[in-house]
């Protein structure tokens, strides 16, 4: 199964747009905030694995 690497671009009520970080991308992710670990703020780094988002 696949890495992948996201920083948190910005919060919008129960979603958050995530932006990868290992490859060059300018699209943003839109990601419901449910499947996200609670800790996370505008600038967080997270990663994708195993279908779950954890903290770098």
Known sequence: METFYYEV???D???ANLKRTDIE???L????????PPEICEGS??????L???MV
């Open 25 to 27: 991308s300018d699209e």
């Open 29 to 36: 992710k839109l990601v419901a905030r449910a499947l996200l």
């Open 13 to 15: 009520g129960d979603y």
């Open 9 to 11: 671009v910005s919060i």
């Open 45 to 50: 780094r997270l990663k994708y694995e195993f």
């Open 52 to 54: 779950q988002y954890s």
